[in-house]
């Protein structure tokens, strides 16, 4: 079995404009995105899926591998799939978002791992420890899960509502994935459904096609970089790892 981590790297952001090359402790973000993931020991190759050039540049100056990607791409699943359509050998796809320097290369080889174990595995990802404080932020995507530790279902709202105390509570959806490339490839050319449209999240996509989707826990907590308070946050981590 060949698996491949995939980081999309878009240039453009509405918050933080070329945010894969914004400065972190002296390195570029891609580069520190590609390092933790390279600590992983699952994947057999760790490529960069952009759609600019100043990326793909960088990528290649530091050793790494990138694959220029179209700019039409609304999601970054799109992204991922043409990559996919690349690489025929390629057996499963884990996706690791290009803003998160802090991710934990542990989970990558939870991921890959499950795949392994379970051949007919579509789909998985990360939950962690949902704050109180986060309870009632959209920002911060809640899953629960049946007993099987499955995805019954993911909300900005808080779920279940609590109308007794949890006796489970909620996870808070980490934005890593894992595919078979089969599924992969037809996720990117299923219609958006319902929810997905409501919420405004893509993996109920999956769900609403009756899909299952395997969640790992972990008590990891990291940062991912969306503001530039973000970026000085994570910055400061750095400086303090490296100092």
């Not at 490529?47 to 530091?62: G, K």
């Amino acid at each position: 079995m060949k698996i491949a981590c995939v980081i999309p790297a878009r240039y453009a952001s509405t918050r933080l404009p070329g945010k894969p090359l914004a400065d972190i402790a002296g390195k570029p973000m891609i580069q520190r995105v590609y390092e933790q993931v390279s600590k992983a020991t699952v994947p057999d190759i760790i490529i960069v899926a952009t759609d600019d050039q100043r990326v793909a540049d960088v990528v290649t100056a530091f050793g790494g591998t990138a694959v220029m990607t179209s700019t039409d791409h609304l999601t970054g699943t799109d992204r991922l799939a043409e990559v996919a359509q690349l690489h025929p050998d390629i057996d499963v796809i884990i996706n690791v978002q290009g803003d998160e320097p802090l991710i934990e290369a542990s989970l990558i080889d939870e991921l890959g791992a499950l795949f392994k174990t379970d051949l007919d595995l579509k789909m998985a990802t990360v939950g962690a420890p949902l704050k109180e404080a986060e309870y009632g932020e959209p920002s911060a995507v809640k899953v629960v899960c049946n007993l099987k530790g499955e995805a019954m279902y993911f909300s900005r709202s808080l779920i279940p509502y609590p109308r007794h105390a949890f006796v489970n509570p909620p996870l808070k959806h980490i934005g890593i994935y894992a595919y078979s490339r089969e599924f992969l490839l037809e996720f990117a050319q299923l219609a958006p459904t319902p929810a997905e449209l409501t919420e405004s999240l893509e993996q109920l996509r999956a769900l609403e096609n009756g899909v299952t989707i395997r969640v790992i826990k972990t008590e990891a907590r990291f940062i991912g970089v969306d503001t530039p308070e973000d970026l000085e946050a994570v910055n400061a981590i750095f400086k303090t790892k490296e100092s």
